[in-house]
């Protein structure tokens, strides 16, 4: 009897199973409890659609006049190569979607993390040990932190020390933030000293710290301003000006070289209409857009680590600021066209 594979095999048996177990931990960072092979499954059939449409509109008109066996290895070869480009593809986007996953969870965490220790410190006063004094301050607008706190408290239950438990939280996610207060509150308890006056300096560290990164971001908001005036204005405004200085260019040309003497020498050394403007303005058209979206691009990373220290942050801003850049870009590129029609006649 046939038996067919689920999308869950066909996900599962792309993935060595040496890698499973590393899968599985980063995954967890995510917030994922189950590593989804079967949306694995369903990304592989979709890189062999993509393929395969991509074989037949492109490929198969250049292959079809070869001898058979030329044809079919030709076929086998590039039919592996282009699955092989779209299954990269596909899972450096994953990875990309997993990592900002991931950094949003951190952040979520440590905006948090002051008022977690503040109801820490006050069960803790309120002369609860230490690991209910974890479990009691757990609210629903923790969201992530709470989840993780919960999974330290299942972790403790089964037997683990709460110091490795804590330890293997802080090591978990790529956050200063989080390994210093957590390997601060675990060297404490270790050296049995008051936990509670440690929570409440932790706490008080994190809210200056807090501060501090508001001050720096109002004070660098000057160079914020000014990075996006060149990305909204300033460039765009410059792309469409030269695109219109290139119309004028143009006319000028044909104006100037039918009144020069075609049999002078002055006439051959100034025939400006060989220039041929007017070919190279669709190019300079996708050129403009093209630089305007690097630009954008590269600017708001450098914005969001102004503003933010990292360049995570500033992901989301880019596809907004490369649209607005080329809009303001097709505005100004009309405008001038208008002033500059009336220019040459």
């Known amino acids: ?76 070869v590039t039919w592996v190569i282009v ?33 977690f220790l503040r109801y820490v410190s006050e069960n803790l006063k309120g002369g609860l040990p230490f690991d209910q004094a974890l479990w009691q301050a757990i609210r629903p607008q923790f969201k992530c932190l709470a989840d993780e706190i919960n999974l330290i408290s299942k972790k403790v239950m089964t037997g683990t020390d709460i110091g490795d438990a804590l330890h293997e939280f802080s090591e978990k996610y790529d956050s200063p933030t989080l390994k210093r207060s957590f390997e601060l509150i675990v060297e404490g308890m270790k050296g049995g000293g008051e936990i509670s006056y440690l929570v409440d300096r932790i706490e008080v560290n994190l809210r200056e710290t807090r501060d501090l990164k508001k001050e720096m971001a109002a004070t660098n908001s000057t160079y914020v301003i000014y990075l996006g005036s060149i990305i909204l204005f300033i ?10 200085l290139l119309k004028v260019l143009d006319r000028l040309a044909s104006k100037i070289s039918p009144n020069m003497g075609a049999g002078t020498q002055m006439g051959m050394l100034m025939d400006f209409s060989k220039l041929n403007v007017a070919a190279y303005f669709d190019n300079f058209v996708i050129f403009s857009i093209l630089a305007l979206c690097i630009i954008a691009i590269f600017s708001s990373m450098i914005m969001s680590i102004i503003k933010n220290g ?14 607005i850049s080329v809009l303001m870009y097709l505005l100004f590129r009309s405008v001038l066209g208008l002033v500059f029609s009336s220019m040459i006649v």
């Not at 990292?310 to 649209?323: C, E, H, R, S, T």
């Open 1 to 76: 009897m046939i038996q067919f594979l689920t999308l869950d095999q066909i996900g599962k048996a792309f993935i060595p199973r040496k890698i499973r177990p590393k899968l599985r931990y980063y995954l967890l960072k995510t917030g994922a409890v189950e590593t989804p092979y079967k949306l694995y499954g369903i990304f592989f059939f979709l890189s062999v659609i993509v393929t395969g449409l991509i074989y037949v509109l492109m490929i198969y008109p250049k292959l079809q006049e070869m001898y058979m066996v030329i044809f079919l290895l030709a076929t086998f």
């Open 83 to 115: 699955q092989g480009i779209v299954i990269g593809i596909i899972m450096i986007c994953l990875y990309m979607y997993y990592d900002l996953t991931i950094f949003k969870r951190t952040k979520d965490m440590e905006e948090v993390l002051e008022e």
């Open 235 to 244: 460039a765009p405004a410059l792309f469409g000006l030269s695109f219109n």
């Open 310 to 323: 990292n360049i995570k942050q500033g992901l989301k801003y880019i596809p907004f600021m490369a649209v």
